[in-house]
């Protein structure tokens, strides 16, 4: 079974859209995150909930908003995409202080 | 803003050959981790190290750890294809902020 799950893998749309990445884990653990790879392959936190209060936002434009209906589940929704949105989102958990365990990313592709 | 620096950004060796990847940091941390990426693939954690440790193995990892000097250094002894990723060091900066450095690109040619 996929501990950190992701859907979709891909995600091709049209700037001005409004899309969600959807995010499950099933190692009953109480934090997850939220991370945005750019092309450089840099990673960084956008946002970090612990059982399901948000403790991290890093000075993600408000146009992101993560959602977190459970402690298994961590949902990103986009409004208004921008070209420069295109990037590759991983979902992570983990247990706090823990390593974290990551999802297989889903590419997002604004054209 | 960016903690982590990664030295080199690339690195190609051949199959066998030891790997040495080192990572430094600015500021305080409670511990420090390595993950693997492989290429189109999200991030595996390798082995973590805590502030309070200086070294620490696992199978052909070895992880070192300086809190004076602000850094540690990855090595992957007797290298293989399957080696070949990208590795990134990590910080935790209080009990969820993970910031990642830059990354090293491994390359093992047979």
């Known amino acids: 079974d996929t501990a950190v799950s992701q859907t979709p893998k891909y995600l091709v749309t049209q700037m001005g859209n409004d899309k969600s990445i959807k995010c499950e884990q099933n190692l009953g653990h109480d934090t997850m995150y939220w991370y945005k790879q750019d092309s450089k392959k840099f990673l960084k936190i956008m946002f970090s909930?612990?059982?399901?209060?948000?403790?991290i936002n890093e000075t993600v434009p408000n146009r992101f908003s993560p959602k977190s209906p459970d402690k298994a589940h961590l949902n990103l929704h986009i409004n208004s995409l921008e070209l420069g949105d295109s990037a590759v989102y991983f979902c992570?958990?983990?247990?706090?202080?823990?390593?974290?365990?990551f999802g297989p990313g889903t590419r997002l592709t604004v054209l | 803003s960016q903690q982590g620096e990664e030295d080199p950004q690339a690195l190609s060796i051949q199959e066998g050959e030891n790997a040495t990847m080192n990572c430094s940091y600015k500021t305080s941390i409670n511990n420090l981790q390595w993950y693997r990426q492989n290429s189109g693939r999200g991030l595996v954690h390798l082995i973590l190290i805590r502030s309070n440790e200086r070294e620490k193995h696992s199978g052909r990892l070895r992880v070192t750890l300086d809190t004076s000097k602000k850094s540690s250094s990855l090595l992957i002894t007797a290298s293989r294809a399957a080696d070949t990723a990208s590795y990134f060091c990590a910080t935790l900066q209080g009990a969820q902020k993970l910031v990642f450095g830059q990354g090293t690109r491994l390359t093992i040619n047979p």
């Open positions: 992570a958990s983990s247990r706090t202080s823990h390593e974290q365990f």
């Open positions: 909930y612990n059982n399901k209060e948000l403790i």
